[in-house]
């Protein structure tokens, strides 16, 4: 059944993350009301710690920032180009600067790999696919780029080499227990990407759904999210 789907997806697939034993379904949740970035990240801390200590489920929170920028490990200085006033973070997990905000869905992803695999390379492997299956339900063919982490699409229209990125990975992983996630472009303002250089990529640019003609909600995006998230991860439940 697989092997007649369409590339990229058949790949995306191909790069399941599974449990190798019965526990626990990973937790899901989703807030609506944009959630401020100490906030997120202390909650996230937190929650990771529990996981990794075994005295919580893994989750996924799904959720928007309010307009931000955000440096990773790697991030250069010189790509900070111009803020314009929006507050911008150091952030402890890996990859450049990048822009948060409304119009983009967040995935912090709380995992503990060794349930899974540990190993950094296929986790990131499985947050690309997740990403591609998510965009096949819309229609958009999302790629993966040996040389540049996250998920890209071709653009054709504005000549034959070009491509866009529209969902970013950042991660980071502490005592096997994954923190930060992705990011995914629904409908933000993509001019607030002029401030950085996103990614430290300077010939390729930024899209998303909506710049692609798929106006969507956002309900529909976090369905698609939960239902391919599962194919590759596992079961989810509901947090309560």
């Not at 983009?104 to 492997?125: C, F, G, N, S, T």
Request: glycine content about 10%; hydrophobic content about 40%.
């Amino acid at each position: 059944m697989v092997d007649r789907l369409p590339f990229p997806l058949r790949d995306a697939l191909s790069a399941t993350f599974l449990p190798r034993a019965e526990g626990r379904s990973v937790e899901w949740r989703a807030t609506d009301e944009a959630v401020g970035y100490l906030e997120a990240l202390a909650v996230m801390e937190e929650r990771a710690t529990a996981v990794a200590q075994g005295t919580a489920p893994e989750l996924v929170w799904l959720l928007e920032h309010p307009p931000l920028y955000t440096g990773g490990t790697s991030a250069d200085a010189r790509d900070l180009t111009d803020p314009g006033g929006l507050p911008v973070f150091r952030s402890g997990r890996g990859g450049q600067y990048t822009y948060h905000g409304p119009g983009q869905r967040i995935a912090y992803v709380m995992l503990d790999l060794k349930r899974r695999e540990p190993d950094l390379r296929r986790y990131v492997a499985a947050l690309e696919a997740w990403l591609i299956a998510t965009l096949d339900r819309f229609g958009v063919a999302g790629e993966r780029r040996e040389d540049r982490v996250g998920v890209w699409v071709r653009r054709p229209e504005r000549g034959r080499e070009m491509e866009d990125k529209i969902a970013a990975i950042g991660v980071r992983v502490r005592r096997w227990t994954t923190l930060h996630g992705v990011s995914l472009n629904v409908e933000p303002d993509l001019t607030h990407y002029a401030g950085i250089v996103p990614c430290g990529v300077r010939d390729h640019g930024v899209t998303s759904l909506a710049d692609l003609g798929r106006v969507v909600s956002m309900a529909e995006v976090d369905m698609a999210m939960r239902d391919t998230f599962e194919d590759i991860f596992g079961p989810t439940l509901r947090e309560t």
